[in-house]
């Protein structure tokens, strides 16, 4: 894994070196075993290494033989092996053992038409000197970040926003908009970001620069037709056990120890399930636990080790430990958050590479392409309770999915009416299984300033994201759409991001996702609805494939969502000084993001009643982050967490040749 940044200038208005290089000092952290900079009269690109494959001839930036070719690269190619034998038939010869080496000889051989030939966690650019045109590509899911700016025609990129602010022509600005996406979806939609004229690169995209300016192209989309559907069962749990196998075999190729997570769920379970399989040795395996047991999983994550027999390490982490790092994981994540649970993964990753692991796998992307979360066994109930929407027993189907939620246990229909009831008969919205989630998200915005409202006017979310959605969209059945907006919105615009790449890459570990393998979402995307969701029985297929390979307790078990506590790391008796800056009528007036009077008064209901509902805690945490990103990024008060010296810096000089 690996950081890249870099600037494209067609007027050549200064020496970019050094910006670059401060542009690398500030995401070190992603590749702090060595740093490269390659510098030409147009562009200059840079990057900062994790060695984890050919550690010691793999340092970018490459070129291709001809040297006409310049690439840096973040992620990994994981069929790089396969790719490099029909190079190697075609008569290319190689001079190291990376998969950044394949890579940039398969551009100069297909250009754009290499993507489809690639498996893997992907961002990378590639400087064509020929034609004094830059091309950038982002995996397919977006799994590896990309953000880029625009300003009076130059193109800069990095892998990280933050890199990008070291390039001073940069303004620092929030976007308003963004911040009532973010409300509403928990994430920006891309390819917007929180900062205004920040962009990412959208998963399965890529972007071609050059003197005629810059083009965006998507080169893959994720498609719910049923391609499957005349599969039988067995020959679908065929597929996808041979899919999944040659999945976590790829992902096990390293030069160095790769480890896994297990969190006592059914993905982790089965991914070390299958790691045992395939390399039956000793497994090193992590874990987190909570001091608050209603958040805890550790008596199903000790079931899992004494099964699956692995060398398990784990940690529990207090609501005080979340408290301390929660301005970290901001200056991390460089975005609003609606919760702290990104908070504890950076914990473990810390906890990960202090035992000196690079590489762990896990197993993220199991509850999108298998149907997997709460929110859709509720949209199936929401629909099933519409067609009767008098019905007093249908709505009680609701405790079976939520038995974690103690206020929902003994509710009547008529509360289970009040709290699930939102828009309950408009079955044909498109957003149908979200609406719900998405209203009670939208409960934030009240604590906006009148100011701030004002600048977001009358813009609606929604309508943007129903412009994006696929033309066949209407045609899909309706557990697809759910798919498709938790998978394009939240899993590349959280769960990869807050919670993923930038939790384990703050601590300089790369997470690897068997799950995500892009022949394993496409297969899945195909399969008829009941595979994945069978009544209210979730992930369908994955169940009936892992019995006896897993712990029974642990394939029946109720499914709990990872959480980390909220309230009680904000509010209580040794509240960090930082929350109570961040609340402050001085530094809210200062920000000039949210209204005073209504923080006082959502603080004053959690501190009286003691209680702070599901919106609350959302409220709470947007407003602390919101605050501390502006704190970090728009003033640029954040010291603490600058960069290191970059390690072992190589600087390639092209600059009188074309």
Known sequence: MCGVAGIVDYQSRTDYKTVVESMLRSISYRGPDESGIYCSPHTTLGNVRLSIIDLTSGQQPMSDPSGRYW???????????????????KGNRFRTKSDTEVLVQLYALYKEKCLSLLNGQFVFAIWDKMEEELFIARDRVGI???????????????????????????????????????????????????????????????IVFNRKGLKVTKYWSLDFNEKNAGLSLSDALAEFNELFSSSVKLRLKADVEVAAYLSGGIDSSTTVAYIKDIEPGILNTFSIGFDEKDFDESKFQ??????????????????????????????????????????????????????????????????EILAGYDIFREAAIRRFWASEPKSALRPLLLKKIYPDIPHLRNASPAILKMFFGYKLEETDNPFYSH???????????????KN?????????????????????????????????????????????????????????????????????VEFCAGLPPKFKLKGLTEKYLLKKLIKNKIPETIIKRPKQPYRAPISSVFISNKTPEYVKHMLSDTYTK???????????????????????????????????STHLLNYQFIENRNKEFRGKELKNLRVVNDLFSR
């Open 71 to 89: 690439i840096v690269h973040n992620g990994k190619v994981f069929n790089f092996e396969e790719l490099r034998r029909e190079l190697e038939k």
């Open 144 to 206: 590896r970040p990309l953000f880029y700016n625009i300003s009076n025609g130059v193109l800069s990129f990095a892998s990280e926003i933050k890199a990008l602010f070291e390039n001073e022509s940069i303004t620092r600005q929030l976007m308003p908009q963004s911040l009532d996406q973010i409300c509403t979806f928990w994430s920006a939609l891309t390819p917007n970001t929180p900062f205004r004229e920040i962009f990412e690169l959208s998963p399965g995209h890529y």
């Open 435 to 449: 609406l719900l989630r998405w209203n009670n998200a939208n409960h934030i915005k009240k604590y906006f300033s």
């Open 452 to 520: 701030y409202r004002e600048s977001i006017g009358t813009y609606n979310s929604l309508n943007d994201l129903e412009e994006s959605l696929p033309g066949d969209f209407n045609n899909w059945d309706p557990l697809s759409k759910s798919q498709w907006l938790e998978t394009t919105i939240f899993m590349s615009g959280y769960l990869l991001s807050s919670q993923g790449d930038r939790m384990a890459m703050a601590n300089s570990v790369e997470g690897r996702y068997p799950f995500l393998d892009y022949r394993l």
């Open 590 to 624: 200062q920000a000039g993001i949210f209204d005073y009077e209504s923080i006082s008064g959502l603080l004053a209901k959690i501190e009286k009643t003691g209680i702070a509902s599901e919106v609350d805690n959302m409220a709470l945490t947007f407003i602390i």
């Open 302 to 367: 000790r079931e899992a080790v004494s099964y699956l027999n692995t060398n398990h390490k784990s940690i529990s982490c207090s609501s005080a430990e979340i408290s301390t790092n929660f301005p970290k994981v901001i200056w991390h994540s460089e975005t609003p958050l609606t919760r702290t649970a990104p908070t504890p993964m950076m914990i473990l990753s810390k906890f990960v590479r202090d035992n000196n692991i690079k590489v762990v796998i896990t197993g993220e992307g199991s509850d």
